[in-house]
Nanobody, 125 residues
Framework: QVQLLESGGGLVQTGGSLRLSCLASGLPFREYGIGWFRQAPGKEREFVGGIGLSADKTDYSDSVKGRFTISRDNTKNTVYLQMSRLKPDDTAVYYC??????????????????WGQGTQVTVSS
């Protein structure tokens, strides 16, 4: 059974930092790209960033580029989303998702096969 489990969400002040984790099980982790998405109340789920099979393949949305960093540890089946200089607009439920890597970082929801349950991030002003 495939499972993606996010953790690390919480409440933080504007300008603060958080690190989210996505622990994967039940799939050949080294063959999967992992993406991060977020969904704010009343809004569509949007792509935040993603990582391919190695650290040199990453992609980010313009809204987080330069503030967020994605990394992966294949020995721990875990992908991390380091978020810095957080803003109230970053408030959302954050989801990780897995796709069998196609050679590029997928940015569309339908390209991902497996999803986690999400973790809430709230940035206070």
């Amino acid at each position: 059974q495939v499972q993606l489990l996010e953790s690390g969400g919480g409440l933080v002040q504007t300008g603060g930092s958080l690190r989210l984790s996505c622990l994967a099980s039940g799939l050949p982790f080294r063959e999967y790209g992992i993406g991060w998405f977020r969904q704010a109340p009343g809004k569509e789920r949007e792509f935040v960033g993603g990582i391919g099979l190695s650290a040199d393949k990453t992609d980010y949305s313009d809204s987080v580029k330069g503030r967020f960093t994605i990394s992966r540890d294949n020995t721990k089946n875990t992908v991390y989303l380091q978020m810095s200089r957080l803003k109230p607009d970053d408030t959302a439920v954050y989801y990780c998702a897995g796709d069998r890597f196609l050679g590029f970082v997928a940015t569309l929801k339908w390209q991902y096969e497996y999803w986690g349950q999400g973790t809430q991030v709230t940035v206070s002003s």
